[in-house]
């Protein structure tokens, strides 16, 4: 059983992909696209070698020895020349964003790239607005903690304004309560920190939300 967070992950994977699963950690994610039948071949990739040796464990384990191959890499240093898709999942915004600067001339080659960075959600947005990528999908979920996942086409272009960076241009038309839940928290976190901090200079993402209250109170 895998955890919500990844489940939303695979869901938004086009079928019958080559995918490249760039910090792999044990392998859950490519055991479970195949136990479902979502892929034909992936990769589980890590830079350290104990995630690596549990994630050969369970795909052995799980009888997918000829299905799901790793390898030890830095972001997509050594990816291989027929993946589909690549997934980056479970980062911070920072280290996603210089594993794809990286590499940028392999991003455009992709099908389609997901990304799940555990904060800041709002600058992996300005970076895919910076190279005019086409966003196909969004999700936002609560699992013990809010995550929101990005589905990506490198190969259309698409272009955001401020409101699309900060909330998301597939989510802000298909609003739910965990999209209201998520940002009525950061609003008030960040109205406390001002009336503690009168001076503190207010944050272009304070006044984003301010603005755009409807959509969440």
């Known amino acids: 059983m895998i955890s919500k967070r990844l489940a939303t992950v695979a869901s938004l994977i086009k079928s019958n992909m080559v995918i490249a699963d760039i910090g792999s950690d044990h392998a859950f994610l490519p055991i479970y696209l195949f136990e479902n039948n979502i892929i034909k071949k992936a990769y589980a990739v890590d830079n350290k070698v104990g995630p690596l040796r549990h994630a050969e464990e369970n795909i052995k384990n799980a009888g997918l020895n000829d299905k799901i191959f790793v390898y030890q890499a830095d972001g997509l240093d050594e990816l291989p020349v027929d993946v589909d898709c690549v997934i980056i999942a479970g980062m911070g915004v920072d280290t996603i964003v210089n594993i794809l ?64 960076i900060y909330f998301g241009p597939v989510l802000m038309n298909k609003i739910n309560d965990v999209f209201k839940e998520y940002h009525k928290d950061q609003y008030f976190k960040l109205v406390n920190i001002y009336k503690n901090n009168p001076k503190k200079k207010v944050s272009e993402e304070f006044e984003i939300l301010s603005k755009n209250t409807r959509l969440f109170l």
């Open 101 to 164: 600067e990286k590499n940028i001339e392999k991003i455009f080659n992709l099908k389609q790239l997901i990304i799940q960075p555990n904060t800041k959600v709002h600058l992996l947005r300005k970076w895919i607005n910076k190279y005019k990528l086409k966003i196909l999908d969004e999700q936002i979920i609560e699992d013990y903690k809010y995550y929101q996942i990005i589905s990506i086409d490198p190969q259309n272009k698409g272009e955001y304004d401020q409101n699309e």
